[in-house]
Each structure stands twice: as C-alpha cells, then as structure tokens.
C-alpha cells in the first residue's frame, strides 16, 4: 500500500554504487538513491520532497541518471500530483469520515476546533498565507486534527469487523505512516495510518479487515485472500485495485 502518487519502474540491474545518496536534480530537485543488494530491480517513487529510486548495486551516478532519463516526463507529471497544495481561506477537506476547513478568528494564534459539521482550524484574522511558517503551522494542525480524529474513529471498527468476522487482535496504533495504509504484526499488533479518514467508507473498511485477516494469515498466500474475500463479498481484488489508484488530497 501507498498513501502517495507514485509510479514504478523495474529495470534489471547489477554494477555497484553507494548504498545511500541523494543527487540536486533541476527537474525534482533531489533524487534520494538507495541500494540494496537484495533487488534486482530499480523503483522510483515521486514523493513531496523529490524522486525516491530504490537500486541494485549500479556502477556510478550517471549509469543510474541514464536510466532514469526516458521516464522524467511522466515522472514531472506525477510531480505535479504529490506536491502540495498551498492553504488558504477557501481550503477543505471533504471526506466521508472527516472534514475539515480553515476560518478567521480574532484570536492572535492558530487553533483547532471541534465543530458539529466538522473540524476547523482558526487562523488569526491577518494570516498571511505565502509565509512558509504560516503553511507549516497549518499542515502540522491538520496532522493533528486528523490524528485525534483517527485515534476516536478507527479502534472501535476494528473491534467492530473483528467481532463480526470472530477475529482476534491485541492492540490498535495510530501512525502518521504515509507510504501504507496500514500493518499487522505477527504478534496481532494493528497499525492504521491517520490518512485513512481521507479515504472512502467502504476503502476504510477494506484496509481495516486486510489487517484482520492477517491476524489469521500472516502472509499474501491463497488462504488469505479466500479469507479477504469472504469478508469483502468476493471484493478483495477490486477493492486492493481500487485502493492503489487512490490519491489522497492531503
């Protein structure tokens, strides 16, 4: 699972470089290198802050640029996609499960409030919104809300789905993971992210009972997916497809 626009690539590969680097790059600004000897193949992963390249061993830089080369059109596209958006008065976030949007206040610092229709975020009537600190405030006080928002949501439907499917778990965490929805341990520990309130119910739901049915199979054999099915009226492959070409607007 990913919660950001990304695009992959496998190439094979088999000459050495550095294990971790990161190049300056005109088109993404930075290129984050990591190799490891286990893959075999290269994958590039447009994140918010540059493209992100996972390598076999390669011979220099430049064969690895080179490789890269054909693919930055569609690459400054996805770009485009992952870089966020500036906030301003007219920002909101509109989900199923969660919604939230910025208001003038006469107050001198910015605060988060519950609301009936929603979550909002004061601002100080004079904000000026093309200050950096100003949209870093912003982000961390929606980071925020959504988390406490997650930690009241999310537990009670796991224990929900758990007991109607009589599936066992140990705890549920909350995390600000960004490059997957969610995790089961081997121990029935469940991990959920906070940028699951941004998704629809039913994809909510179809991350929360993946994690269940790992509680029961640990792995991505045949079993599990039986198992995932059953719980998701023959869904399981839709909705995973689903879910991989969501992209979250936060």
């Keep these: 699972m990913s919660s950001d626009s990304f ?16 190049v300056s790059d005109a088109d993404f600004g930075q290129i984050f290198i990591v190799t490891r ?13 540059g493209l992100h ?25 996805l770009k485009a996609d992952v870089s966020p958006k500036p906030f ?19 107050l001198k610092h910015f605060t988060v409030r519950s609301a009936e229709e929603g979550v909002k975020i004061c601002c100080p009537e004079d904000t000026d919104f093309s200050d950096k600190r ?34 066992s778990y140990r ?11 969610g995790s089961c341990s081997s121990e029935r520990h469940i991990s959920l992210s906070y940028y699951l309130m941004l998704l629809p119910a039913h994809l909510m739901d179809y991350v929360v009972l993946h994690e269940l049915a790992h509680t029961r199979e640990m792995n991505h054999g045949p079993r599990f997916w039986e198992l995932l099915d059953r719980m998701t009226e023959g869904r399981a492959l839709a909705l995973r497809k689903e879910l991989r070409a969501y992209r979250p607007v936060f």
């Design 134 to 167: 100003v949209q870093t405030l912003v982000r961390n006080a929606i980071a925020r809300a959504l988390k406490k928002r997650a930690e009241e949501y999310l537990p009670p439907l796991v224990a929900c789905w758990a007991e109607r499917y009589g599936l």
């Design 88 to 106: 301003d008065w007219d920002y909101r976030l509109e989900a199923e499960c969660f919604r939230l949007w910025l208001e003038p206040s006469r």
């Design 7 to 22: 695009f992959f690539f496998y190439i094979f590969a088999g000459v050495m470089m550095a294990k971790k680097q990161i």
């Design 171 to 181: 705890t549920v965490k909350i995390t600000k993971a960004r490059s997957r929805w």
């Design 37 to 49: 000897r286990t893959v075999r193949n290269v994958t590039m992963r447009m994140k918010e802050d």
């Design 53 to 77: 390249v996972t390598t076999p061993p390669f011979r220099s830089v430049k064969a690895l640029l080179d490789v890269i080369r054909p693919f930055r059109e569609r690459l400054l596209k």
